[in-house]
T-cell receptor
């Protein structure tokens, strides 16, 4: 059974600090990794995609991938109250389907 | 443009009704998906279409019937649903090529079965 694991949280971070979200996956052959942000009652919004080892930065967001250790992380710098949401880690499996983590609820405290 | 459009946004239907959910994308994506999402859970895959052909049916009850009329449109026909089918129904699309498989979601249809 291919799995994606995330700490469900909630993760509470002060405004302006760095929020660090982590995800591990079981399928060693996985090649595509994604972070989605989902506000309550809304649909998932793609935040970052990463396909190769290392860091990928986009504004305040940095995705990190380590295939040897089978983990992917998302860093959010200068956290804002508007970043409060559930963050879903997803890994592309076979047949184009996404394998989802349970999501981490992030709370940014003003 | 990374837009996937779903209609309607909200739907209330009785257990004997027949209704359809619609999804449209103009990004040239060749894979389209239906997901069901319950509160505080991740999306649950229902169907995948690739090149307009059904490639995955995750053992979904026959009261849900998908249809892909062309590469831009995806429908989900609903009939004789149960109250436990109430959920957020999400459509998504993506490319089918290595290194470019980002999936984009529509805003969802909030379905309530009464």
């Amino acid at each position: 059974q291919k799995e994606v694991e995330q700490n469900s949280g909630p993760l509470s971070v002060p405004e302006g600090a760095i929020a660090s979200l982590n995800c591990t996956y079981s399928d060693r052959v996985s090649q595509s990794f994604f972070w989605y942000r989902q506000y309550s009652g809304k649909s998932p919004e793609l935040i970052m995609s990463i396909y190769s080892n290392g860091d990928k930065e986009d504004g305040r967001f940095t995705a990190q991938l380590n295939k040897a250790s089978q983990y992917v992380s998302l860093l959010i710098r200068d956290s804002q109250p508007s970043d409060s949401a559930t963050y879903l880690c997803a890994v592309r499996g076979s047949n184009y389907q996404l394998i989802w983590g349970a999501g981490t609820k992030l709370i940014i405290k003003p | 443009d990374t837009e996937v459009t779903q209609t309607p946004k909200h739907l209330v239907m009785g257990m004997t009704n027949k209704k359809s959910l619609k999804c449209e994308q103009h990004m040239g994506h060749r894979a389209m998906y239906w997901y069901k999402q319950k509160a505080k859970k991740p999306p649950e895959l229902m169907f995948v279409y690739s090149y307009e052909k059904l490639s995955i049916n995750e053992s979904v009850p026959s009261r849900f019937s998908p249809e892909c009329p062309n590469s831009s449109l995806l429908n989900l026909h609903l009939h004789a649903l149960q109250p436990e089918d109430s959920a957020l129904y999400l459509c998504a699309s993506s490319q089918i090529r290595a290194g470019d498989t980002e999936a984009f979601f529509g805003q969802g249809t909030r379905l309530t079965v009464v």
